[in-house]
Antibody, heavy 121, light 108 residues
Framework: QVQLQESGPGLVKPSETLSLTCTVS????????WSWIRQSAGKGLEWIGR???????NYNPSLKSRVTMSVDTSKNQFSLRLSSVTAADTAVYYC???????????????WGQGTLVTVSS | EIVLTQSPGTLSLSPGEGATLSCRAS???????LAWYQQKRGQAPRLLMY???SRATGIPDRFSGSGSGTDFTLTISRLEPEDSAVYYC?????????FGPGTKVDIK
């Protein structure tokens, strides 16, 4: 049973960079897309973007100028960096696996438990 | 960007009843790449349906999905107390992928 676990600081100062890592256990990081999704009271669920094991990425245009995703296959981890954060970036951040279902594309079928990141001085 | 609208906002039902949740997209969803998630308080979303009508692993057949284009429906039959949750639709056919605002289902 594949499990995902987010880790990183729970408090980030305004204008600084939010950095989170997702560790995948119980399975390989290969052959899937890996995504980041956040949830806030104000904006609901928001897809941030995804990365494939080749390093190919798709980012939400609303965040693209501030987002960087990376993957480390040797550690079975992938990461999110979001720069120049403001209070609007306060949210629960989830990492998720996007699995391919024949004829139905890649869909997030396995999520981490989520980690709350608060942006405040 | 495809905007998803869900209705109703809240459903209050009794055990054994059925529920019909609607999700409407601002533009046609490519390939009917529409998923439904269930989220209970303090938990991550759980995949229920994908491809509009395919049940995810371990999901009981009380849950069914239908629709195409811009109109999709999640039907829950024979409601159980454990079905109390917020249900989200999610389109993953057109980037950026988007989520609906959710329908809260209360089972009393």
């Amino acid at each position: 049973q594949v499990q995902l676990q987010e880790s990183g600081p729970g408090l980030v100062k305004p204008s600084e960079t939010l950095s989170l890592t997702c560790t995948v256990s119980g399975g390989s990081i290969s052959y899937y897309y890996w995504s980041w999704i956040r949830q806030s009271a104000g904006k609901g669920l928001e897809w941030i973007g995804r990365i494939y094991i080749t390093g190919s990425t798709n980012y939400n245009p609303s965040l693209k100028s501030r987002v960087t995703m990376s993957v480390d296959t040797s550690k079975n981890q992938f990461s999110l960096r979001l720069s120049s954060v403001t209070a609007a970036d306060t949210a629960v951040y989830y990492c998720a696996r996007e699995n391919y279902f024949d004829g139905s594309g890649y869909v997030s079928d396995n999520w981490g438990q989520g980690t709350l990141v608060t942006v405040s001085s | 960007e495809i905007v998803l609208t869900q209705s109703p906002g809240t459903l209050s039902l009794s055990p054994g009843e059925g529920a019909t949740l609607s999700c409407r997209a601002s533009h046609s969803v490519t390939g009917s790449y529409l998923a439904w998630y269930q989220q209970k308080r303090g938990q991550a979303p759980r995949l229920l349906m994908y491809g509009a009508s395919s049940r995810a692993t371990g999901i009981p057949d009380r849950f069914s999905g239908s629709g195409s284009g811009t109109d999709f429906t999640l039907t829950i039959s024979r409601l159980e107390p454990e079905d109390s949750a917020v249900y989200y639709c999610h389109q993953y056919g057109n980037s950026p992928f988007t989520f609906g605002p959710g329908t809260k289902v209360d089972i009393k």
